[in-house]
T-cell receptor
Framework: SAVISQKPSRDICQRGTSLTIQCQVDSQVTMMFWYRQQPGQSLTLIATANQGSEATYESGFVIDKFPISRPNLTFSTLTVSNMSPEDSSIYLC???????????FGPGTRLLVL | GENVEQHPSTLSVQEGDSAVIKCTYSDSASNYFPWYKQELGKRPQLIIDIRSNVGEKKDQRIAVTLNKTAKHFSLHITETQPEDSAVYFCAASIDTDKLIFGTGTRLQVFP
């Protein structure tokens, strides 16, 4: 498996501000994925982050709102920009790792926007 | 694109009974099917996954079956215990592409 950490684990932010979430993996991975989980809901893919290229965003998510960086094979950041209360969610990063190329999730960042 | 449907949305069983959760997917090219258990306030934890080259996989009390023709896969938990209570998610993807999730099943195991 993979050891995945995220920072911060939680935050309370004011509307109109931005928050950058970090994801660190203990091994090199080709792709990192960012998901959002709204309260009581399933997981929705925001974007796929490859090192050395721009992230690929899913329908309904745009780079201006959720800019992503992927400076190396073990690290990625997701920024939630110009936040509104509707952005209150858990944000999770995910990687493929292990012999079986299974998918694992980080612990998540719990964001509350007031 | 891929669409994954999951049912039931809630499932209550008596301790010791079996629980079955079913998912269907739309894209016949999907070949990776993981199941996650998510306890309150915690990350989705991978409990078992299967690829399309096998029809069944077991790990102790947990098993997953896959029917590629019908495009559905199921999670089977035998001898359920109260600590199995959680929300379970199925998902599907093509190779290393994006995982698409089902809507989740809240499992309650009563002692």
């Amino acid at each position: 498996s993979a050891v995945i950490s995220q920072k911060p684990s939680r935050d309370i932010c004011q509307r109109g501000t931005s928050l950058t979430i970090q994801c660190q993996v203990d091994s090199q991975v080709t792709m990192m994925f960012w998901y959002r989980q709204q309260p009581g809901q399933s997981l929705t893919l925001i974007a796929t982050a490859n090192q050395g290229s721009e992230a690929t965003y899913e329908s309904g998510f745009v780079i201006d709102k959720f800019p992503i960086s992927r400076p190396n094979l073990t690290f990625s950041t997701l920024t939630v920009s110009n936040m509104s209360p509707e952005d209150s969610s858990i944000y999770l990063c995910s990687v493929e790792a292990g012999q079986g190329a299974s998918r694992y999730f980080g612990p998540g960042t719990r964001l509350l926007v007031l | 694109g891929e669409n994954v449907e999951q049912h039931p949305s809630t499932l209550s069983v008596q301790e010791g009974d079996s629980a079955v959760i079913k998912c269907t997917y739309s894209d016949s090219a999907s070949n990776y099917f993981p199941w996650y258990k998510q306890e309150l306030g915690k990350r989705p934890q991978l409990i078992i996954d299967i690829r399309s080259n096998v029809g069944e996989k077991k790990d102790q009390r947990i098993a997953v079956t896959l029917n590629k023709t019908a495009k559905h896969f199921s999670l089977h938990i035998t001898e359920t215990q109260p600590e199995d209570s959680a929300v379970y998610f199925c998902a599907a993807s093509i190779d290393t592409d994006k995982l698409i999730f089902g809507t989740g099943t809240r499992l309650q195991v009563f002692p």
